[in-house]
């Protein structure tokens, strides 16, 4: 109890620290004290338009000293031509809630000096940061939107919808310093109707700072050139842009409402919920925030990523989707609305980054990669029609879409056409995708139909698809029967190895001749011949599948379509070879060598190749033939103990000898290997010969006997190959 106490304590005292770092500094007051804010602006007497403004609004206790806070004051001049520009005689004819969300917007939390808006640190002043100086340039205000009412379309329900407090841009020298960019041009192509005055200081939003950090007893007073617009959500701005309804509109598709537990509790009436409106799947680009709380830190309290962190948005106009549905995807769909969810997340990904603030001079030098790698590139002077600054990020409208890599390379195929959207949910969720990006290697993909999967019976089950709401992104999935026959989303191990089981890291330009491939599974193989493609599951049933080209002119790569699932043998050959001499056993060829094994007792259910301890082995057996004739001639053992010893000649353990992948003709896996054979404290050995058309094994006392068969049968448990004679370790 007594421990649990102290931690408790500890806790508190950490997390009393980290406030203290973090947030009490801002409430410190200025050194000086020369009246509140409200006290100084009035006796200046060029403010009266924006005091009536504040008092107006609600705000005039805490300007006058109720809370501390720095004050962004617009002289009656720049408050005249506002109130002109936005078509009101006086602050009279503004509707309240809009004179609240204005007033609130030039009433930032906390006491900043210049020093601190020039180079604000939320872990606190102390804390040096050199290589994030100036980017933590937004700041919590006092403006926010009032609740908001929106359908749910897949609940079939009204939302309340709370918008949380804007933040506002600072634009400081440090900021563009510490990027390597000229902070005049940057600064100006998003705001060309105001001016870089920051040098040395800071521009706020679209504003000059005529007098700096005017000192108060409860916080600092910064005088402006003009007032400054309330800025909305990149999401809320881009829609009131009407070339951009498309982009919108497919993002929108990933609309969802997030239930704001503690903001109901703090703000909602009795029995009211309010919700948070986010984009499964996507940055949160409709948030005024950007960060609400996913890590389990309270939102408010994770001011480094609410000050640094920005949306910013590549939206190509409707003209350029419109143009690359078209060429992308009119073949396979009738619309926009019809594309699957993952494609279309997989594009939008290409068009939104979330990090920090992106300038034009970046993206000119090349500095911006998407989540999947790819170089976010276009002219800032050309390619762009609109552009904006927003509260949480940036925006620049496009006239063209900026197509990512996967929509190149051998993932391609999957995204274009909806009858391989099994596979493609299987590539994304198992980690693949990622594998398959760029062109530094070539990758071939043998690519199964949905309906090719659903026939396929994989670890005792068959596949299915369950679509879900076709509303709601990340409701459908693939899934397998369990134990109990309920269907169940398939694990992403078992994913993994299904998709990996269908790639090889090598471009394959022909199906024919007669070659092996590495899957990216290990110990698994595909193999080719001019019958088609087979994995060991197909090959051990005797079949090949017909392998046809996909797609041309992919960056990296080949893909083709297959009429079979591409999996591996999950059956043991140690449980099949007992019964290898029946008339119906698909590994007849082994028959003679099944008999030997029996009556050494190898195959007892009890005592299943026990000497090999579960490792993975290679099996070289003799055909039927040569233990037919060896027989005849006498050199096999009859005693059970003595042709105990003598089989596991042919068995090759992995781990014990180090081996990486199973022997193949022109894999170079040659020389002396252990066998499973004892020789006093050690094992027999067995010399393996790589003559590229073919293998040859060696035995001790000098005897060779050649592989024969075409390609080995590779069970979970091992690979079996033929050879044309028996061998003896001489022992």
Same mark, same amino acid.
Not at 205 to 226: H, I, M, Q, W
Not at 649 to 662: E, H, Q, R, T, V
């Given at each position: 109890?007594?421990?649990?106490?102290?931690?408790?304590?500890?806790?508190?005292?950490?997390?009393?620290?980290?406030?203290?770092?973090?947030?009490?500094?801002?409430?410190?007051?200025?050194?000086?004290?020369?009246?509140?804010?409200?006290?100084?602006?009035?006796?200046?007497?060029?403010?009266?338009?924006?005091?009536?403004?504040?008092?107006?609004?609600?705000?005039?206790?805490?300007?006058?000293?109720?809370?501390?806070?720095?004050?962004?004051?617009?002289?009656?001049?720049?408050?005249?031509?506002?109130?002109?520009?936005?078509?009101?005689?006086?602050?009279?004819?503004?509707?309240?809630?809009?004179?609240?969300?204005?007033?609130?917007?030039?009433?930032?939390?906390?006491?900043?000096?210049?020093?601190?808006?020039?180079?604000?640190?939320?872990?606190?002043?102390?804390?040096?940061?050199?290589?994030?100086?100036?980017?933590?340039?937004?700041?919590?205000?006092?403006?926010?939107?009032?609740?908001?009412?929106?359908?749910?379309?897949?609940?079939?329900?009204?939302?309340?919808?709370?918008?949380?407090?804007?933040?506002?841009?600072?634009?400081?020298?440090?900021?563009?310093?510490?990027?390597?960019?000229?902070?005049?041009?940057?600064?100006?192509?998003?705001?060309?109707?105001?001016?870089?005055?920051?040098?040395?200081?800071?521009?706020?939003?679209?504003?000059?700072?005529?007098?700096?950090?005017?000192?108060?007893?409860?916080?600092?007073?910064?005088?402006?050139?003009?007032?400054?617009?309330?800025?909305?959500?990149?999401?809320?701005?881009?829609?009131?842009?009407?070339?951009?309804?498309?982009?919108?509109?497919?993002?929108?598709?990933?609309?969802?409402?997030?239930?704001?537990?503690?903001?109901?509790?703090?703000?909602?009436?009795?029995?009211?919920?309010?919700?948070?409106?986010?984009?499964?799947?996507?940055?949160?680009?409709?948030?005024?925030?950007?960060?609400?709380?996913?890590?389990?830190?309270?939102?408010?309290?994770?001011?480094?990523?609410?000050?640094?962190?920005?949306?910013?948005?590549?939206?190509?106009?409707?003209?350029?989707?419109?143009?690359?549905?078209?060429?992308?995807?009119?073949?396979?769909?009738?619309?926009?609305?019809?594309?699957?969810?993952?494609?279309?997340?997989?594009?939008?990904?290409?068009?939104?980054?979330?990090?920090?603030?992106?300038?034009?001079?970046?993206?000119?030098?090349?500095?911006?990669?998407?989540?999947?790698?790819?170089?976010?590139?276009?002219?800032?002077?050309?390619?762009?029609?609109?552009?904006?600054?927003?509260?949480?990020?940036?925006?620049?409208?496009?006239?063209?879409?900026?197509?990512?890599?996967?929509?190149?390379?051998?993932?391609?195929?999957?995204?274009?056409?909806?009858?391989?959207?099994?596979?493609?949910?299987?590539?994304?969720?198992?980690?693949?995708?990622?594998?398959?990006?760029?062109?530094?290697?070539?990758?071939?993909?043998?690519?199964?139909?949905?309906?090719?999967?659903?026939?396929?019976?994989?670890?005792?089950?068959?596949?299915?698809?369950?679509?879900?709401?076709?509303?709601?992104?990340?409701?459908?999935?693939?899934?397998?029967?369990?134990?109990?026959?309920?269907?169940?989303?398939?694990?992403?191990?078992?994913?993994?190895?299904?998709?990996?089981?269908?790639?090889?890291?090598?471009?394959?330009?022909?199906?024919?001749?007669?070659?092996?491939?590495?899957?990216?599974?290990?110990?698994?193989?595909?193999?080719?011949?001019?019958?088609?493609?087979?994995?060991?599951?197909?090959?051990?049933?005797?079949?090949?599948?017909?392998?046809?080209?996909?797609?041309?002119?992919?960056?990296?790569?080949?893909?083709?379509?297959?009429?079979? @699932?591409? %999996?591996? +043998?999950? &059956?043991? #050959?140690?449980? =099949?070879?007992?019964? !290898?001499?029946?008339?119906? @056993?698909? %590994?007849? +060829?082994? &028959?003679? #060598?099944?008999? =030997?094994?029996?009556? !050494?007792?190898?195959?007892?259910?009890?005592?299943?190749?026990?000497?090999? #301890?579960?490792?993975?082995?290679?099996?070289?057996?003799?055909?039927?033939?040569?233990?037919?004739?060896?027989?005849?001639?006498?050199?096999?053992?009859?005693?059970?103990?003595?042709?105990?010893?003598?089989?596991?000649?042919?068995?090759?353990?992995?781990?014990?000898?180090?081996?990486?992948?199973?022997?193949?003709?022109?894999?170079?896996?040659?020389?002396?290997?252990?066998?499973?054979?004892?020789?006093?404290?050690?094992?027999?050995?067995?010399?393996?010969?790589?003559?590229?058309?073919?293998?040859?094994?060696?035995?001790?006392?000098?005897?060779?006997?050649?592989?024969?068969?075409?390609?080995?049968?590779?069970?979970?448990?091992?690979?079996?190959?033929?050879?044309?004679?028996?061998?003896?370790?001489?022992?």
């Amino acid at each position: 109890m007594i421990k649990r106490i102290t931690c408790l304590f500890s806790a508190c005292l950490l997390l009393f620290a980290c406030r203290e770092v973090g947030w009490e500094e801002h409430y410190e007051r200025p050194e000086w004290l020369k009246g509140n804010a409200w006290e100084l602006l009035e006796n200046r007497g060029e403010f009266s338009i924006f005091l009536a403004a504040v008092d107006k609004a609600g705000f005039r206790s805490l300007v006058e000293g109720k809370g501390i806070v720095t004050v962004l004051a617009p002289s009656d001049e720049a408050f005249e031509k506002y109130l002109l520009e936005q078509g009101f005689g006086t602050i009279d004819d503004m509707p309240t809630k809009e004179l609240k969300k204005l007033v609130g917007y030039h009433l930032v939390y906390y006491s900043f000096s210049r020093e601190r808006f020039a180079n604000y640190r939320p872990q606190g002043q102390e804390v040096d940061q050199p290589a994030m100086s100036g980017l933590y340039y937004k700041h919590r205000t006092k403006s926010r939107d009032t609740i908001s009412v929106e359908t749910d379309l897949i609940e079939g329900k009204e939302r309340t919808i709370f918008h949380k407090e804007r933040f506002l841009p600072v634009f400081s020298y440090n900021l563009f310093s510490s990027k390597n960019i000229d902070a005049a041009s940057n600064y100006e192509y998003f705001y060309p109707n105001s001016t870089w005055t920051g040098a040395g200081g800071f521009n706020i939003s679209n504003a000059t700072v005529k007098e700096y950090a005017v000192p108060t007893d409860n916080g600092y007073v910064y005088v402006l050139d003009r007032v400054i617009a309330p800025l909305e959500t990149v999401y809320a701005q881009l829609k009131e842009e009407s070339d951009y309804s498309d982009f919108i509109g497919i993002y929108d598709r990933f609309k969802d409402y997030w239930y704001d537990d503690e903001t109901s509790k703090s703000y909602a009436e009795a029995g009211d919920s309010l919700y948070i409106k986010t984009h499964l799947g996507l940055p949160e680009i409709a948030s005024e925030w950007t960060y609400n709380g996913g890590s389990g830190l309270v939102d408010y309290a994770n001011l480094a990523e609410l000050s640094a962190n920005a949306y910013n948005v590549f939206a190509p106009n409707n003209t350029a989707i419109q143009s690359f549905f078209n060429e992308f995807w009119g073949n396979n769909y009738g619309s926009l609305e019809d594309v699957p969810f993952l494609p279309m997340q997989l594009l939008l990904y290409n068009h939104v980054y979330s990090g920090s603030i992106v300038f034009p001079s970046e993206i000119e030098r090349g500095d911006i990669q998407s989540t999947f790698g790819n170089t976010i590139q276009f002219d800032p002077a050309q390619d762009v029609e609109a552009k904006g600054i927003a509260v949480n990020g940036v925006y620049y409208g496009l006239n063209e879409v900026i197509v990512p890599d996967l929509f190149k390379g051998v993932v391609s195929p999957m995204l274009k056409d909806p009858k391989y959207k099994m596979f493609l949910q299987m590539v994304y969720q198992s980690g693949a995708l990622q594998a398959l990006m760029g062109d530094a290697l070539k990758f071939t993909v043998f690519i199964p139909s949905d309906e090719v999967i659903k026939n396929t019976i994989y670890g005792g089950s068959e596949i299915f698809w369950d679509e879900g709401n076709p509303l709601r992104f990340g409701d459908e999935a693939v899934q397998v029967e369990n134990t109990e026959g309920i269907l169940v989303p398939m694990s992403t191990g078992a994913m993994r190895a299904f998709v990996q089981n269908h790639i090889v890291t090598e471009e394959i330009t022909e199906i024919n001749g007669t070659k092996v491939y590495r899957t990216r599974n290990p110990f698994s193989y595909l193999y080719i011949t001019d019958q088609g493609v087979a994995s060991s599951n197909i090959y051990n049933l005797g079949e090949f599948t017909p392998a046809n080209t996909m797609g041309s002119g992919l960056t990296n790569g080949r893909t083709y379509d297959v009429e079979r @699932s591409l %999996i591996r +043998e999950e &059956g043991s #050959f140690k449980y =099949l070879i007992a019964s !290898a001499s029946s008339g119906t @056993s698909s %590994i007849q +060829e082994f &028959g003679e #060598f099944s008999k =030997l094994l029996s009556q !050494a007792g190898l195959v007892d259910p009890q005592n299943e190749f026990e000497f090999l #301890f579960g490792d993975n082995y290679m099996l070289f057996a003799p055909t039927n033939k040569a233990i037919i004739k060896a027989k005849e001639q006498g050199i096999i053992p009859t005693d059970s103990d003595e042709l105990e010893d003598y089989l596991r000649y042919y068995f090759i353990p992995i781990s014990s000898n180090g081996i990486n992948d199973y022997a193949f003709p022109g894999m170079e896996m040659e020389g002396d290997f252990l066998t499973s054979q004892e020789s006093g404290d050690t094992s027999s050995e067995i010399t393996l010969l790589d003559k590229e058309s073919g293998l040859q094994l060696r035995s001790a006392n000098g005897e060779t006997a050649n592989v024969v068969s075409t390609f080995p049968k590779i069970y979970v448990d091992g690979a079996v190959y033929q050879i044309d004679k028996v061998l003896s370790s001489g022992q």
